[in-house]
């Protein structure tokens, strides 16, 4: 979960290691930290492993855990790369500064309005029509992009073959996630996990929609080639001894991706070039979200795609509730029945002690990762191994955590957030209305 809680520059806070702090109490198995990026480029608020200098800050939160669960839970930072979103502009800045106007441009004016003229017109005077011309028009005018830079920001794609950046990607990012993993390491977590999943390069590569023609596209082979050295990379430069998962979509979820099928063959190539375990997601792409309002970024999660990732309680007939498991069933069988025993992580909607223990007695997988009932009550592992389970805080999947990150506030429970606001020494968000980490659980320390 993405907290929303680092600096600008991407370092760990205090609120970043309270937060970390307070999960690590409720003794879980295991934390994944949040979305971590793997170049030194500019990100707003979120944590970055691009550089050596962000090594201290993280090797205190790991202290961190390790301190606050006294030993009992493993660390892994997920590591991600993204491409380039921006804002949805105003139309008129759209056309003033961003629009390359092409002969094709002039062209398609003047068939829609029947005025030749416009072929010679010149480029102000053209852009100046257009900002002020209605949406009818601009659809015979502009192409699919260029709407959709207009109308949803502009994003940048892994298949954008005529920018160097994107066209260079295969040769660069082993390197990069290498690297970061390297420092993941050396800050003393116990393992990095490989961001494949939602709407980011490495999925992007991974998507049925990617046709790049330069062997990293195309076929399910070629489409899977680069996370393949992307983790090879890694795996050589962290060693054997050191655990490497993935996170990677069981389905996209969205009109021409990628499906369980695809999600089936890469999960068993996975597991044969040996990663630690797999982490099975679904949708949450760029494809289907909503558009954004004018200054505001697109967010992956308000479409379709986005509701399978992140379900509500209001629900289809089968409620948030585990929807993602058949999934990694699928994909479990799969790796299974090939010959490996590559752990299979399965997450979406679980909320109670009996519907998990179910999951792994049913064999559908093989470790169970709760978000969302974990911000609920970062102690429900405790609890239950207490036989306190009637205080657990059963997370009623409103998805009021989901729109504060996609506001990009820093992210709370509505269950706690206001609880105890009197309490002596507690930490605030910006807006001084929300606690910032739930209540300790009382007695919690002398009965572990």
């Known amino acids: 979960m993405v ?3 680092a600096t600008e520059e991407g370092f760990v806070t ?55 669960s006294l030993g009992h839970t493993r660390l892994f930072i997920q590591i991600i790369d993204f491409l380039a979103v921006k804002r949805r502009p105003q139309k008129d800045k759209f056309f003033a500064r961003f629009l390359e106007v092409q002969d094709r441009h002039r062209a398609a004016l003047a068939e829609a309005t029947d005025d030749a003229r416009w072929i010679e017109a010149g480029e102000s005077r053209l852009r100046d029509f257009l900002a002020a011309a209605p949406d009818e028009l601009l659809d015979r005018v502009l ?71 330069d062997g990293y596209g195309g076929s399910r082979e070629n489409r899977v080639r680069l996370p393949l050295e992307v983790y090879r990379a890694v795996r050589e430069r962290v060693g054997g001894d050191y655990a490497v998962g993935v996170r990677f979509l069981g389905d996209e979820v969205i009109e021409h991706g990628s499906h369980l099928e695809d999600a089936v063959y890469f999960g068993v190539e996975f597991a044969r070039a040996g990663f630690d375990y797999l982490s099975v997601s679904k949708g949450g792409k760029f494809d289907d979200a909503k558009q954004p309002k004018v200054g505001q970024a697109v967010y992956p999660y308000t479409g379709r795609s986005g509701y399978e990732c992140m379900p509500t309680v209001l629900s289809d007939e089968q409620g948030p509730f585990g929807r993602n498991v058949p999934l990694a069933a699928a994909i479990k069988r799969a790796v299974n029945a090939t010959g490996f025993a590559t752990p ?14 179910d999951i792994l007695r049913n064999g559908e997988a093989d470790v169970i990762g709760a978000a969302r009932q974990s911000l609920a009550d970062p102690d429900w592992f405790l609890k239950i191994r207490l036989g306190r389970g009637e205080e657990i805080r059963r997370c009623v999947f409103t998805n009021y955590c989901e729109g504060l990150d996609q506001m990009h506030k820093q992210v709370t429970c509505k269950l706690w ?9 507690i930490t605030m968000s910006d807006d001084g209305r929300r606690r910032l980490v739930p209540p300790r659980l009382a007695r919690a320390r002398e009965e572990r």
């Open 14 to 68: 205090e609120n970043i290691i309270e937060w970390y702090g307070r999960f690590a109490a409720g003794r879980p198995g295991a934390i994944v930290v949040e979305a971590t990026g793997v170049r030194d480029i500019a990100s707003g608020p979120l944590l970055r492993i691009g550089h050596d200098r962000f090594i201290p800050g993280l090797r205190k939160l790991v202290e961190t855990v390790r301190r606050e």
């Open 417 to 425: 957030d206001r609880v105890e606001l009197d309490e002596p020494g």
């Open 3 to 5: 907290p929303w809680r």
């Open 344 to 357: 299979v992580v399965t997450s979406g909607g679980i909320s109670t002690f009996e519907q998990a223990e």
């Open 143 to 213: 192409d699919e992009r260029e709407l959709e830079s207009l109308r949803f920001g502009y994003r940048e794609r892994v298949t954008d073959m005529d920018l160097p950046h994107v066209r260079e990607l295969p040769q660069v990012l082993p390197g990069i996630f290498a690297s970061a993993a390297e420092r993941a390491r050396e800050a003393g977590f116990d393992g990095v996990e490989l961001h494949y999943a939602h709407a980011y390069t490495m999925a992007s590569f991974l998507s049925a929609k990617n046709d790049r023609a």
